[in-house]
C-alpha cells in the first residue's frame, strides 16, 4: 500500500520555480507534522521545511526567504513551492509524514523521492 505519493519534481533553470506535493493516504486516522527533506548526492538527507498540525513552520537556513511549506488538512497534502531555485538545491526530494494510523498507532513514513535538478 502506498501511504505517501509525492509529485512536481523535475529539471527548472536556475532563479525557477517548482512546488512539490505530497498526499498522505487516508490510512492515516490523523497527521501530525509533515515535511520535506532532501539529500544530494554524496550528501547526508538534510531537513528543508516541515509544518506542524497547528501550522507552525520551520525552514532550514538555505531555504529560509525561497522556500515555502504549506498544508491542506482537506486533502491531507504538503506542499514545498521552491522559489528562485539554485544549484546547490539539486536532490532527490522526500516528504515524511508523522501520524496515527488505526491498525498500527503512531508511525512515520517517508515518500518515495522525486527529483529536483537545477541546471543551466
Known amino acids: 500500500q502506498v501511504l505517501l505519493v509525492e509529485s512536481g519534481g523535475g529539471l527548472v533553470q536556475p532563479g525557477g520555480s517548482l512546488t512539490l506535493s505530497c498526499a498522505a493516504s487516508?490510512?492515516?486516522?490523523?497527521?501530525?507534522?509533515m515535511g520535506w527533506y532532501r539529500q544530494a548526492p554524496g550528501k547526508q538527507r538534510e531537513l528543508v521545511a516541515d509544518?506542524?498540525?497547528?501550522?507552525?513552520?520551520h525552514y532550514a537556513d538555505s531555504a529560509k526567504g525561497r522556500f515555502s511549506i504549506s498544508r491542506d488538512n482537506v486533502k491531507r497534502t504538503v506542499y514545498l513551492q521552491m522559489n528562485n531555485l539554485k544549484p546547490e538545491d539539486t536532490a532527490v526530494y522526500y516528504c515524511?509524514?508523522?501520524?496515527?494510523?488505526?491498525?498500527?498507532?503512531?508511525?512515520?513514513?517517508w515518500g518515495q523521492g522525486t527529483q529536483v535538478t537545477v541546471s543551466s
Open positions: 515524511h509524514v508523522e501520524g496515527w494510523e488505526n491498525l498500527r498507532g503512531p508511525t512515520e513514513h
Open positions: 487516508e490510512s492515516f486516522a490523523s497527521i501530525n507534522a
Open positions: 509544518i506542524t498540525g497547528s501550522g507552525t513552520t
